[in-house]
């Protein structure tokens, strides 16, 4: 068991090459980062900076071309057991087995971990989702904002202490977002840690407390939310906006 002061998340040097016939595509360099437990971050960044890459890594679903990643100290790579026990990942896309109902698949997603008698818990999440009333639905009949809902609930269903938010809201409706984060918010006060990638700029400034910015596979940002705006009176997004611009080699004419 990890005590206080082991980082809920350790990233150290971590590189990602992907080899093909038509040659290499690097999507990150060197990327070091630390997140303590009971954390709130956001890992932020455009399109192809790596977010996804990196939370495949720390899933142990892809494996780092050099580096190393822990989740509460324990190896992503050796010890992928005991670190995948302590994650739950909301990926982006929406994976669902169509022959099972709501609660079913809850129930096979936490004998995956081997939880018996998880009901109370997996009751907790329908209500705080906004799903109780489609327990006994099939997956095959949900609306998209639906099947996504699920998905949070399968990341949670195990109680994991550190949980990684890829693209939660993207493409659902206000009502899922207000809950979703109501809830989030409720369990990080109880203690878990919280990684989100989000392109709403506007959530990652109310929620996270420290946000990193990712661009081209390499980390330009590293700070407090507060720091980082407080000589600022414009938007995470813009001052967002002004250091991708900042950082971009100059066009030659």
């Given at each position: 068991?990890?005590?206080?002061?082991?980082?809920?998340?350790c990233v150290n040097?971590?590189?990602k090459i992907y080899r093909s016939a038509r040659g290499e595509v690097r999507a990150l360099t060197d990327v070091s980062l630390k997140i303590r437990q009971g954390e709130f971050v956001g890992l932020l960044g455009p399109n192809g900076a790596g977010k996804t890459t990196l939370?495949?890594?720390?899933?142990?679903?892809?494996?780092?071309s050099s580096g190393d990643v822990a989740i509460l100290?324990?190896?992503?790579?050796?010890?992928?057991?005991?670190a995948r026990r302590c994650l739950g990942v909301v990926p982006q896309e929406l994976v669902f087995d169509p022959f099972f109902t709501v609660r079913e698949t809850l129930q096979i997603q936490s004998g995956f971990f081997g939880?018996?008698?998880n009901d109370d818990w997996i009751d907790e999440l329908l209500h705080n989702l906004g799903l109780a009333d489609k327990a006994d639905a099939n997956m095959r009949a949900l609306s998209g904002g639906m099947k996504r809902r699920v998905l949070v609930a399968q990341a949670l269903v195990h109680r994991p202490p550190v949980i990684v938010l890829d693209e939660p809201?993207?493409?659902?409706?206000?009502?899922?977002?207000?809950?979703?984060?109501?809830?989030v918010r409720r369990l990080n006060r109880e203690g878990h840690t919280v990684m989100l990638t989000t392109h709403?700029?506007?959530?990652?400034?109310?929620l996270c407390e420290r946000v990193i910015l990712l661009k081209s596979g390499s980390i330009l940002a590293d700070q407090r939310t507060d720091e980082l705006l407080r000589h600022s009176e414009d938007s995470l997004e813009t001052v967002f906006l002004r250091m991708l611009r900042?950082?971009?080699?100059?066009?030659s004419a």
């Open positions: 068991m990890s005590d206080a002061n082991t980082p809920a998340v040097q971590v590189s939370i495949q890594i720390l899933s142990g679903l892809v494996r780092p100290g324990f190896d992503v790579s050796r010890e992928s057991v005991m939880i018996a008698r809201t993207a493409g659902v409706d206000v009502e899922l977002r207000q809950s979703l984060w109501a809830f709403y700029l506007e959530e990652a400034e109310s900042e950082s971009s080699p100059p066009q």
